[in-house]
């Protein structure tokens, strides 16, 4: 049987404010699958690491990836089953999407397998349903944006409702990865159950500005709107060093800067390539002041979302 090779991109999910509501693709770094069909049931044969080797699961029922497959072939009604080979791209516990770029690719790839019968929107339902088996809730901020590509908004998950948004052409998206841990599952129990109706207008207020902003690809907008007073608050406590590298990336010349997902990878922007070296440059040197080394990248919106790869 034939191999074919998918990637599923990095997200950064929630936008800011926009908490399990935002998401946004980004280019240079993802998950790859490589499938292939098999008479029945999903096997995982190997899981090649980019980063440290955490271990994951080759179980399918216990594999984002593989929970994946196993739901999307369900979908199709398909008897048949596939062999899956991931490699990961994806540091796990990062705040980048990598369970749900796992899942998105494993998605793409058995639906492809299988005669294409389903929209990249059909696939979001499997691949949620895999990224609620590791992170504990149903929530399509990576899952969506890594099917689809540019910056999308859930505004339902039952039923599933989300749409794609757009892009911004200009926007340079600075990542850094503090060498630390935390599961979506531990950062989501830190929520408050209750928070003050200025907040909420703000949070709202700011969340559909980001939306207005990728709708019309309007740097100006979205650099105004990265304002988050109800999470960033409270998860930036698990993170050591955030406030102090939050005033250096705007000292250097961020437009804004907040959590991607639940952490700890921080995300900055701007839209000048040279103004996002400093500001890179800024927010590892401060992590180093706080004995953290990191991983970093300057990216963009990816607006393709999950594809084919040779
Ligand atoms: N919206 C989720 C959260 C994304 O912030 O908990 C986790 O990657």
């Not at 088996?133 to 910056?151: C, E, H, I, K, Q």
Request: glycine fraction near 8%.
């Amino acid at each position: 049987m034939k191999w074919i090779k998918a990637f599923a991109p990095a997200t950064i999910g929630n936008i800011g404010p926009g908490f399990d509501v935002l998401g946004l693709a980004v280019k240079k770094i993802g998950d790859i699958v490589e499938a292939r069909k098999r008479s029945s049931g999903v096997k995982i044969s190997s899981i090649a690491y980019a980063g440290p080797n955490v271990n994951l699961s080759t179980d399918p029922r216990k594999n984002t990836a593989g929970i994946a497959a196993l739901e999307t072939l369900k979908i199709l009604n398909e008897k048949g089953g596939v062999e899956l080979r991931l490699k990961k791209g994806l540091p796990l516990g990062s705040g980048l999407g990598s369970s749900a770029a796992s899942a998105a690719a494993a998605a793409f790839a058995v639906n492809h397998l299988y005669g294409n019968i389903l929209t990249r929107e059909d696939l979001i339902l499997p691949a949620t349903v895999a990224e609620e088996a590791v992170s504990g809730a149903f929530f399509a901020d990576n899952t969506a944006p890594a099917l689809l590509g540019g910056a999308t908004l859930t505004r339902s998950c039952v039923p599933l409702d989300v749409t794609r948004i757009g892009s911004i052409k200009k926007l340079k998206i600075i990542l850094v990865t503090p060498e630390m841990v935390i599961l979506t599952k531990e950062a989501r129990k830190i929520l408050p159950k209750k928070i003050h109706m200025k907040n909420f207008i703000f949070n709202m207020a700011n969340t559909a500005l980001i939306t207005a902003a990728f709708a019309k690809d309007d740097y100006a907008l979205f650099s105004r709107s990265l304002n988050d007073v109800v999470i960033e608050p409270v998860r930036s406590k698990l993170i050591k060093g955030f406030s102090k590298v939050k005033e250096n990336a705007l000292k250097a010349g961020a437009d804004g800067m907040s959590i991607s997902g639940s952490g700890p990878t921080l995300f900055a922007i701007t839209d000048k390539l040279r103004k996002a070296r400093r500001i890179e440059d800024a927010m590892v040197e401060t992590f180093k002041q706080f004995g953290i080394k990191s991983s970093h990248i300057i990216t963009e919106v990816d607006s393709d979302g999950a594809r084919l790869v040779t």
